[in-house]
C-alpha cells in the first residue's frame, strides 16, 4: 500500500490501564481476528505474560480499516510496558509516528503514563491522548482528561473518552489515530533502511527480527547486511503478523513486519540495529542503537552440583532469545560452580530464573541481585560485578555506583512519606511539580542498589498502595562504600557479602545477622554468625544447638506415615547447602541480605 | 514364601477398637465418639475379618496381641473375652503370648479388671497422661488424676502382673516442675513399664487448629527436651530401662509387640483403619467404621490402601525404627565419617558393629536417620 494510506502507532499506558484491552478491541473492530479466535490479551503470547499480566517482548500487528470510505493499513506496536525494557520501548516507539497516551479514568496520570509520555515526545510522535475506564463507578474522567490535556499541551476536547472494555468510543479512537498520525515519510526509492525493534528466537526458524522499513524495499529472498553487527545473511521470508504471521513478496518503506534470516542467534539481530541490502547498502544507518546493559547482576546457582552443565546448556539456549541476558562462569566457596549473570533490571532477573526453571527444570539458587560498582585505583577502573570481589578498603582510590533518576507519582497528602523513603535512600531531590491541587510528581536521584529490593514496596505501603514508579538510568556517581563480610563459625561465606554505604555498615551488618539467625535453622552444635568490615567486627549473633529432632512415638503400625514425614525432612536438608558443617537453607543466600531499612522503632 | 523355613518368624497381631467416650485434644487415631451402638456389629466384623486373614498368616506365629483405641475398655469383659478367644482359634499364637489392652482410668475398676484377666489378658496399658489436674485440663482429658491412681491401684488388687502407664509431656502451661512430679508419682506407684512421650501437636485435631489458630503456643522444644532429661533421669534412678525412645521398662517387662514395630516383624491390624506389615508390603484398613464393617460384611478384605517399600524405603524405616531403641542399627548403615562426628559430640555409641544412640542421642535421633547413608 501506499505509504499515504499507513498508520504507525502504539499505545503507551501505565500497567493496568487497559492497554491489551484496548488492543483487543482494535483487533475486533478492524476484524483481525474472528470471534471464535478471540480471547484476552491477544497479543500476550506467553505464558509468562499472560500470567503475570504484563508485556514482556513486542508485538506488531497489521490492522485494515476503512476511514471516510478510504482504506487503511494501520500497524499496531505492542511495546513492553516495564522500565527494565525502558530501551526496548524506545525502539519500538521510534518505528511509529504516533502514540496513543492510555490514562486510567480512576487512577489519573501515574509515573509510568509521565515516563512514556516523555519517551514517545523525545521520539517526536504525534501524541493522541485518551482517557479509559470512563464507565467505572469511581471514574473522574473530566479531571482526568482536563490533567492529560495539561501534559500533552492540548485542548480538553482533543482528549478521547474510552470505554476498552465495553468497547465505547473506541471506533472514534481508531479514526483520531488515521486523522492525526501522520503516514510515514521514508523514501520508498532510497536504499534500504530497516530498524529492528524488537527480535525473538523460533525454535524451528530461528531468529525473527521485528522490523519498520523506513526507506527503500526488502523483498522476500535477498541477501541483507546489519550495518551495526557488521555481517551479512541471506534473508529467508518476509512478512507481517495479521495477527498470525503471513509471509508477503516484500515490505517497503512504512511497513512494519517480521524478517526470518534463520540465524541461530539472537544476539546477531539485535534491537536497534539497521538492515541494508548488501548489493546496493544505505550509506548511514538509522539513530538511536545501543548495546543492551546490564544493570543488576546476581550469581545463579544449580541447587544440585551436578546439574551445572544443565543450567549452563540452558542458559545457552536462552542466550538465543534473549539479547540482552549476559553471564559468565564464576565460583563459589558456599556455592559450587555457577554463574553470575547480568540483567536489565529485577523483572528481567525474575522472568529469567522463572523461564530457567520452566524450560530446563533445573532448580536455581539465586543469590542477592547487586549493582555494577566501578572501583577506581589511579587510571585504572575495575568493574566489580560481585560483592565478594571487591577489594579491601585502602587499596583504591574510591568506589563509584550507578544511579537512576526517579520519577514519582503520589497524592499530594503523601508527598512527606515519599520524600522520607527517598532521602533514608540517599536519594537527592532534583524536581517536585504538582500536575494538579490533589496530585504531585516527584523526580530524586537514587542510588540503583537503594530500589533493587524493596523500594517499591515500601513506597507502595507508605502510600496505601496510590504512588507509582518510574526511573530512567542516570550514570555513575562516587559513593563511600564498604563490603561488608558474613562469617559463619569464624569463615567468611563469600556469597554472603555486600557492599553498603559505610555509615550503614554497622546496622546492616547487624540486621543481616539476625536475619540470618533466624533463617538458619538450629544444629547439632552452636552457629556464630558474625559480620564483619575488613577485619573488625560489627555484628554476632548465634543460632542455639538443637536438642529434639525425633518423633516422639512411634507405634500403632501406621509407619508409611512416619516415613513420610521423615522424607520431607530429608528433602528439606537436600535443599539446603552445606557451608563448612552448617546447613544453610537456600533462602538465606538471598532473604539475608534484604535488610529492612526503615529506623529502628518505625515499624511493628 | 517362609513355609520350609527353619524357624517360623514371630509376627504381632493389632485389633483396633474405635470407640472413645470422648475425643482427646491432641488424638488423631480413627477413634469416634459416639459410635457405641455400632459395637455389637463391629465385634461380629472383626471376627469376620480374622476368617479372610487367617489362610495367608497361618504360616506365622503370634507373640503378641495388642488391643488399642479408640477405648478398647467400653467393651464389656465378655465381649473382650469372645475376641480373644476367637483369635486365637484363628491364629496361630504361642502359649505364653503377650495380650495387651489399652484401658482409660475412668472405664475400669477391680471387677471389671479381675474379668479382662479371666478374659485372657495379661498385660494393662493405663492412659494416665499426667497427675496434674491443668495438664489434663489441656490435653481435654475427661479423667481425673485420682481416677488413675485408683485404676492403677485396681489393676494390682485385681492381680495384673504387667503394667503400663502412659504419661505425655510438653503440654501447654506444663511446667518443668509439675512434669517432674508427674513422672516421680508415675515411678513410685511402680508399674512394670512407662511409655513417656513428648506431645505432639498433629494438625488435623482440636489442639492443632488451636496452635494453628494462634490461641495457644506449640510446645517448646527445649522445655521438652528439659523434660525428656528429668524423666531419663527419674526412671533411670527408679530402675526402669531405658529401651526405646518414648519407653522405658523393668527387666523383662519391654512390650513385646510394639519391639515388634521397631524390629520390623511382620503384623496384621484388624479393624477400622488398622496398619498391617508383612515383607515388601504396607496397607491399612479403611478408616469409617461403617464402611468397614459394610466390606468385611461383604465378605471383602477392608483393605483402603497399600504400599510396596522400595529398597530406599526399607533402608531409610529400619534405620528410623532401630535407632529408636537401645539396639540400635549395624555401624555399616551409616556413613563412617558421620559416625565419628556422632560418637565423637556424645550423641552415640560404637559397640559391636553395632550403632546406639545414647539418650541424648535418642532426643536427635532424626538427625542420625537424616545423615548420609555409608
Known amino acids: 500500500m501506499d505509504q499515504e494510506g499507513i498508520r504507525n502507532f502504539c499505545i503507551v499506558a501505565h500497567i493496568d490501564h487497559g492497554k491489551s484491552t484496548l488492543a483487543d478491541r482494535f483487533l475486533e473492530l478492524t476484524?483481525?481476528?474472528?470471534?471464535?479466535?478471540?480471547?484476552d490479551q491477544y497479543l500476550d503470547r506467553m505464558d509468562l505474560e499472560r500470567e503475570r499480566g504484563i508485556t514482556i517482548k513486542a508485538q506488531a500487528v497489521r490492522l485494515r480499516h476503512e476511514s471516510g470510505g478510504v482504506k487503511h493499513e494501520l500497524n499496531l506496536i505492542d511495546t513492553p510496558g516495564h522500565v527494565d525494557f525502558t530501551y526496548e520501548v524506545s525502539r519500538s516507539l521510534a518505528a511509529c509516528e504516533g502514540a496513543i497516551l492510555l490514562v486510567?479514568?480512576?487512577?489519573?496520570?501515574?509515573?509510568?503514563?509521565?515516563?512514556?509520555?516523555?519517551?514517545?515526545?523525545?521520539?517526536?510522535?504525534?501524541?493522541?491522548?485518551?482517557?479509559?475506564?470512563?464507565?467505572?463507578?469511581?471514574?473522574?474522567?473530566?479531571?482526568?482528561?482536563?490533567?492529560?490535556?495539561?501534559?500533552?499541551?492540548?485542548?480538553?476536547?482533543?482528549?478521547?473518552l474510552v470505554s476498552a472494555k465495553s468497547g465505547q468510543g473506541v471506533p472514534d479512537l481508531l479514526d483520531a489515530v488515521i486523522a492525526r498520525v501522520p503516514p510515514p515519510s521514508g523514501d520508498p526509492a532510497g536504499s534500504l533502511r530497516a530498524l529492528i525493534f524488537d527480535s525473538t528466537y523460533d525454535a524451528y526458524r530461528g531468529v525473527i527480527a521485528y522490523i519498520r522499513v523506513v526507506d527503500g524495499e526488502l523483498r522476500g529472498r535477498s541477501r541483507i547486511s546489519l550495518?551495526?553487527?557488521?555481517?551479512?545473511?541471506?534473508?529467508?521470508?518476509?512478512?507481517?503478523?495479521a495477527p498470525d504471521a503471513t509471509p508477503v513478496p516484500s515490505l517497503s518503506a512504512g511497513d512494519v513486519g517480521y524478517l526470518v534470516t534463520g540465524m541461530k542467534d539472537v544476539r546477531r539481530a539485535k534491537v536497534g540495529d539497521t538492515i541494508t541490502l548488501t548489493e546496493r547498502p544505505a550509506r548511514r544507518s538509522l539513530p538511536g542503537y545501543r548495546e543492551p546493559k546490564p544493570m543488576v547482576w546476581s550469581g545463579l546457582y544449580p541447587v544440585e552440583g551436578g546439574d551445572y552443565p544443565t543450567l549452563r546448556d540452558a542458559l545457552d539456549k536462552l542466550k538465543l532469545s534473549d539479547a540482552a541476558l549476559v553471564y559468565e562462569p564464576e565460583s563459589s566457596q558456599a556455592l559450587g560452580f555457577g554463574f553470575r549473570c547480568g540483567f536489565l533490571g529485577l523483572l528481567h532477573m525474575d522472568i529469567t530464573r522463572e523461564r530457567l526453571e520452566r524450560e530446563s527444570e533445573v532448580e536455581v539458587i539465586t543469590t542477592a541481585p547487586n549493582v555494577e560498582f566501578r572501583v577506581v585505583r589511579g587510571t585504572e577502573v575495575i568493574s566489580v560485578h560481585n560483592p565478594s570481589e571487591m577489594p579491601a578498603p585502602g587499596t583504591y582510590d574510591y568506589v563509584e555506583e550507578p544511579y537512576v533518576l526517579a520519577t514519582v507519582v503520589t497524592p499530594a497528602g503523601y508527598l512527606g512519606p515519599v520524600m522520607e523513603l527517598c532521602q533514608q535512600r540517599r536519594g537527592s531531590l532534583q524536581d517536585l511539580r504538582y500536575l494538579s491541587p490533589e496530585r504531585a510528581e516527584i523526580h530524586y536521584l537514587l542510588p540503583l542498589a537503594e530500589i533493587i529490593f524493596d523500594f517499591f514496596d515500601q513506597l507502595k505501603s507508605r502510600t496505601r498502595g496510590y504512588a507509582s514508579l518510574d526511573y530512567e538510568h542516570w550514570g555513575y556517581e562516587r559513593s563511600e562504600l564498604v563490603r561488608v563480610d558474613v562469617l559463619l563459625q569464624g569463615e567468611p561465606v563469600d556469597a554472603f557479602s555486600s557492599v553498603v554505604p559505610r555509615d550503614k555498615a554497622y546496622a546492616y551488618g547487624r540486621a543481616t545477622t539476625a536475619r540470618l539467625r533466624e533463617l538458619i535453622p538450629r544444629q547439632l552444635f552452636e552457629v556464630a554468625i558474625q559480620a564483619?568490615?575488613?577485619?573488625?567486627?560489627?555484628?554476632?549473633?548465634?543460632?542455639?544447638?538443637?536438642?529434639?529432632?525425633?518423633?516422639?512415638?512411634?507405634?500403632?503400625?501406621?509407619?508409611?506415615?512416619?516415613?513420610?514425614?521423615?522424607?520431607?525432612?530429608?528433602?528439606?536438608?537436600?535443599?539446603?547447602?552445606?557451608?563448612?558443617?552448617?546447613d544453610v537453607p537456600q533462602e538465606a543466600f538471598i532473604a539475608a541480605l534484604r535488610v529492612d531499612r526503615q529506623p529502628e522503632g518505625a515499624k511493628r | 514364601m517362609t513355609a520350609n523355613a527353619p524357624s517360623v518368624p514371630p509376627a504381632g497381631l493389632y485389633v483396633h477398637i474405635p470407640f472413645c467416650l470422648t475425643r482427646c485434644g491432641y488424638c488423631d487415631f480413627n477413634t469416634y465418639a459416639g459410635l457405641d451402638h455400632l459395637a455389637g456389629g463391629y465385634v461380629n466384623a472383626l471376627l469376620r475379618e480374622a476368617e479372610l486373614w487367617t489362610s495367608d498368616w497361618s504360616d506365622l506365629s503370634f507373640v503378641s496381641l495388642f488391643m488399642g483405641g479408640g477405648t478398647p475398655t467400653t467393651l464389656r469383659p465378655e465381649t473382650i473375652e469372645r475376641i480373644i478367644r476367637s483369635l486365637r482359634a484363628a491364629f496361630p499364637f504361642e502359649a505364653g503370648a503377650e495380650v495387651t489392652v489399652e484401658a482409660n482410668p475412668d472405664t475400669v475398676d477391680e471387677p471389671y479388671l479381675m474379668g479382662l484377666l479371666a478374659a485372657g489378658v495379661s498385660r494393662l496399658s493405663l492412659g494416665v497422661q499426667s497427675f496434674d489436674p491443668d495438664v489434663l485440663a489441656a490435653l481435654e482429658r475427661m479423667h481425673s488424676a485420682e481416677s488413675a491412681r485408683r485404676a492403677f491401684a485396681a489393676a494390682r488388687l485385681a492381680g495384673f502382673a504387667s503394667v503400663n502407664l502412659d504419661v505425655i509431656y510438653g503440654a501447654h502451661g506444663e511446667s518443668l516442675g509439675s512434669w517432674e512430679r508427674t513422672i516421680q508419682e508415675a515411678a513410685s506407684l511402680g508399674p512394670d513399664h512407662i511409655s513417656g512421650s513428648a506431645l505432639t501437636i498433629e494438625p488435623a485435631t482440636p489442639l492443632g487448629r488451636k496452635v494453628g489458630a494462634g490461641l495457644i503456643p506449640a510446645p517448646d522444644p527445649d522445655l521438652q527436651a528439659d523434660m525428656y532429661d528429668v524423666a531419663c533421669e527419674i526412671l533411670g534412678h527408679a530402675g526402669y530401662d531405658h529401651y526405646e525412645v518414648s519407653n522405658w521398662a523393668r527387666p523383662g517387662s519391654r512390650c513385646l509387640h510394639n519391639l515388634g514395630y521397631w524390629e520390623g516383624r511382620p503384623y496384621l491390624g484388624l479393624g477400622a483403619g488398622a496398619h498391617s506389615h508383612r515383607g515388601d508390603r504396607r496397607w491399612w484398613n479403611v478408616r469409617p467404621p461403617e464402611q468397614y464393617m459394610a466390606m468385611v460384611s461383604a465378605g471383602v478384605r477392608p483393605v483402603g490402601g497399600e504400599e510396596r517399600l522400595t529398597e530406599e524405603?526399607?533402608?531409610?524405616?529400619?534405620?528410623?525404627?532401630?535407632?529408636?531403641?537401645?539396639?540400635?542399627?549395624?555401624?555399616?548403615?551409616?556413613?563412617?565419617?558421620?559416625?565419628?562426628?556422632?560418637?565423637?559430640?556424645?550423641?552415640?555409641?560404637?559397640?559391636?558393629?553395632?550403632?546406639?544412640?545414647?539418650?541424648?542421642?535418642?532426643?536427635?535421633?532424626?538427625?542420625?536417620v537424616l545423615a548420609p547413608s555409608g
Open chain 1, 227 to 241: 550495518m551495526t553487527g557488521k555481517f551479512s545473511v541471506e534473508s529467508e521470508e518476509v512478512g507481517v503478523f
Open chain 1, 31 to 39: 476484524h483481525a481476528v474472528s470471534e471464535r479466535q478471540m480471547r
Open chain 2, 313 to 368: 524405603d526399607h533402608r531409610l524405616e529400619q534405620l528410623l525404627l532401630g535407632l529408636r531403641t537401645a539396639a540400635g542399627v549395624p555401624a555399616s548403615w551409616v556413613d563412617p565419617s558421620r559416625i565419628e562426628e556422632f560418637v565423637g559430640s556424645g550423641l552415640a555409641d560404637l559397640r559391636d558393629g553395632r550403632l546406639a544412640l545414647t539418650e541424648r542421642g535418642l532426643f536427635l535421633a532424626n538427625e542420625v
Open chain 1, 104 to 160: 486510567d479514568a480512576a487512577q489519573g496520570i501515574e509515573a509510568q503514563t509521565l515516563a512514556n509520555h516523555h519517551l514517545a515526545t523525545e521520539a517526536g510522535l504525534t501524541i493522541i491522548p485518551a482517557v479509559n475506564k470512563i464507565d467505572l463507578p469511581q471514574a473522574d474522567p473530566h479531571t482526568v482528561a482536563a490533567e492529560l490535556a495539561e501534559l500533552v499541551g492540548c485542548d480538553v476536547d482533543e482528549v478521547l
Open chain 1, 532 to 582: 564483619a568490615v575488613g577485619n573488625r567486627i560489627v555484628a554476632r549473633e548465634t543460632v542455639r544447638a538443637k536438642r529434639k529432632d525425633v518423633l516422639a512415638k512411634c507405634y500403632g503400625g501406621d509407619v508409611t506415615r512416619k516415613r513420610k514425614l521423615l522424607e520431607r525432612q530429608k528433602e528439606g536438608k537436600r535443599r539446603m547447602r552445606r557451608v563448612g558443617r552448617v
